[in-house]
């Protein structure tokens, strides 16, 4: 079974400093990944997902991911965090239902973003 | 702005009552899916219709009840719910529901069962 592990529950940044929210994987086989946003009383937005195309993804609003084989990591980056980014970050792994061929996402447990002033 | 649409926002229902959740989503997707989130949990799958197919979580209880009309459309029947059901349901579609395929949210429903 594949799985995720998210870093850190919650992460706190200055406005303006670099934002690294931290994901692990486990597979088998090579995965997909995913990192999606929601903001306070909303649903899942998608910021970026691997696709195996390329090992650095560019998401929205400034985001990107690394996706690193040989540390089995896909961490979230941002160059300078903006007041807006606060917000509770999920790293998901694609795998297939149990039982069944349909698709399904298995998340990480979330990091609250915190920025401060 | 996301493309699957949820009514109602937010739901209040005793746990003698029969409500439903709706969903529509105009992408062409032949996907559809039910997830529950708990406050400050991620979500977990209850259902998901792929090309009419569902496929359940067998650890969903059976007053929840999912409905796809079509393959824009899909419903989620609630009866006899407990308290403990209280959370946030998000409906989400894919394209072909395949391993893989990028998974859109709506905004989710809030129930809160009294």
């Known amino acids: 079974a594949q799985s995720v592990t998210q870093l850190g529950s919650h992460v706190s940044v200055s406005e303006g400093a670099l934002v690294l929210l931290r994901c692990n994987y486990s597979?088998?086989?090579?995965?997909?990944l995913f990192w999606y946003v929601q903001y306070p009383n909303q649903g899942l937005q998608l910021l970026l997902k691997?696709?195996?195309?390329?090992?650095l993804v560019k998401g929205i609003n400034g985001f990107e991911a690394e996706f690193k084989k040989s540390e089995t990591s896909f961490h979230l980056t941002k160059p300078s965090a903006h007041m807006s980014d606060a917000a509770e970050y999920f790293c998901a792994v694609s795998d297939r239902v149990r039982g069944g061929s349909q698709g399904n996402l298995i998340f990480g447990k979330g990091t609250k973003l915190s920025v401060k002033p | 702005d996301t493309e699957v649409t949820q009514t109602p926002k937010h739901l209040v229902m005793g746990m003698t009552n029969k409500k439903s959740l709706k969903c529509e989503q105009h992408?062409?997707?032949?996907?559809m899916y039910w997830y529950k989130q708990k406050a400050k949990k991620p979500p977990e799958l209850m259902f998901v219709y792929s090309y009419e197919k569902l496929s359940i979580n067998e650890s969903v209880p059976s007053r929840f009840s999912p409905e796809c009309p079509n393959s824009s459309l899909l419903n989620l029947h609630l009866h006899a719910l407990q308290p403990e059901d209280s959370a946030l349901y998000l409906c989400?579609?894919?394209?072909?529901?395949?391993?893989?395929?990028?998974?859109?949210f709506g905004e989710g429903s809030w129930l809160t069962v009294v």
């Open positions: 691997y696709t195996s195309a390329a090992t």
């Open positions: 992408m062409g997707h032949r996907a």
């Open positions: 989400a579609s894919s394209q072909g529901g395949q391993k893989g395929n990028t998974i859109y």
């Open positions: 597979s088998s086989v090579p995965p997909y």
